[in-house]
């Protein structure tokens, strides 16, 4: 028979195994990288730092949630497409539509007959702006003027609408976790 001593030691290491064994786990997933950490956002995050006071420009729409393109010297089916999506995109925030701008950034060499058909914002960006959006990317900025995200230019008009859904669902979850704009 086994004696009440010999009985409680066994109860007590398995105890410690019980809840040391978890940590030990953990530690050892986490010291060899394998664990990947979950990302709910599509977009890329861009560095905190970038803001439209650090790109030396006024803010057009202040106190607003903006979505930023710039248009290029010679809009051409991407373009349109990019357009078109920006357009569908701003419908598609629903009873939040109120809160998003929409602006297209364009310079003197810009091809605003592609605008003709639509009524966007326009503004005319910095030269530190224009280089940061001279891939044709659409940036999400924040109320407070921070840049917060970007989609880089897709090529096909399938991965443009793709790109359309992940911006729609990025824009919904900022708002729904904003207490400004």
Known sequence: MNSPQKNGKKTLLLLLLAFALPVIAAKL????????????????????????????????????????????????????????????????????????HTIIMINEHSDTAALDSSDFVTAIPSKALSQLLAQQELVIVDPLGSLVMSYPIAADHQSQIMQGKALVADLRKLLKLSRIG
């Open 29 to 100: 997933v986490l010291s060899f990288n394998l664990y990947q950490g979950g990302v709910t956002n599509k977009g890329q995050l861009l560095d905190t730092d970038i803001s439209y006071q650090s790109l030396a420009m006024v803010n057009p729409q202040p106190h607003e949630w903006q979505l930023l393109y710039q248009l290029p010297n010679h809009c051409d089916a991407v373009c349109k497409d990019r357009l078109y999506i920006l357009q569908q995109s701003h419908v598609a925030l629903g009873r939040n539509q109120d809160r998003v």
